[in-house]
């Protein structure tokens, strides 16, 4: 019987071992999803939506939620979103709306929408780009960048994703400037190069860390949108080690 007793505790010690090494690994997984074409689209109306969707139990049913109101609020339903609906139930119920109206269904409707993702670290960001034209001269590209705890499935800010953020901003402008030009930059943006803020919008791969300005966030439309690489090997002292383990640990 003693003998029993020590092969199941050894037994039970190798199971723990092993989760040591492999329970923890993020158990998220990411297929892509296309919406069907809506049913309420006019002739010369244009939409494609296509985006990332979590697989693996609670965590990525919150990963899901906060990409379906990302998605949501790019094609104008923000918090007013039903629950529970899908995005083609809400797109069909917003065109029927629009067609409604006598006026309005005779403007142009082009909505593409696209996804990606990337997994770093404990991190997994989610890209969504979007492009909106409802008539006039044109029409709004926008990228909107949501970073995750693959553990949790929680989002995360992107305070808790550096553990230097003022050394953060000071390699932003640097890079910044290097991507649009100094003399352009200091004649268009909304601020002093010197201030620069750091982007809505950052996320991390292995790459290094992606910066994206959206048309408006710092310059006139016509600046366009500003998007770049921070290296790997710039960067890698500044990430919290705690979602990113750095070389060595």
């Known amino acids: 019987m ?3 007793g020590m092969i199941f505790g050894a037994a039970v010690l190798a199971a723990w071992a092993g989760c040591l090494v492999g329970c923890s690994q993020p158990a ?3 297929q892509t999803e296309r919406m069907p074409a809506p049913s309420q689209m006019l002739t010369g109306d244009s939409i494609a939506v296509s985006y990332p969707v979590a697989r693996g139990g609670a965590a990525a049913d919150s990963i899901n939620d906060a990409i379906g109101r990302a998605l949501s609020a790019l094609v104008g339903f923000g918090e007013d979103a039903v629950p529970g609906t899908t995005l083609s139930v809400r797109i069909d119920s917003m065109l029927a709306v629009r067609n409604y109206d006598t006026v309005i269904r005779h403007m142009p409707y082009e909505l593409l929408v696209e996804g990606s993702v990337k997994e770093f670290g404990r991190v997994a960001s989610v890209r969504i780009d979007s492009y909106v034209y409802l008539g006039g001269a044109h029409g709004l590209q926008t990228a909107t960048f949501l970073n995750f705890d693959l553990r949790t499935g929680r989002e995360l800010e992107m305070a808790e994703l550096f553990s230097d953020t003022a050394e953060l901003r000071r390699l932003n402008r640097e890079a910044f ?3 649009r030009g100094a003399d ?3 004649a268009v943006l909304f601020v002093a190069p010197d201030e620069l803020p750091l982007p809505r919008n950052i996320a991390v791969d292995s790459a290094g860390v992606r910066m994206h300005y959206d048309p408006y966030e710092i310059a006139p439309y016509v600046f366009g949108p ?3 690489l921070l290296p790997m090997d710039r960067v890698r002292p500044l990430l919290d080690p705690k979602f990113f383990r750095q070389p060595g640990q």
């Open 177 to 179: 400037m290097q991507a």
């Open 226 to 228: 500003t998007d770049y």
């Open 184 to 186: 352009l930059a200091d």
């Open 2 to 4: 003693k003998r029993y």
């Open 28 to 30: 998220v997984s990411w």
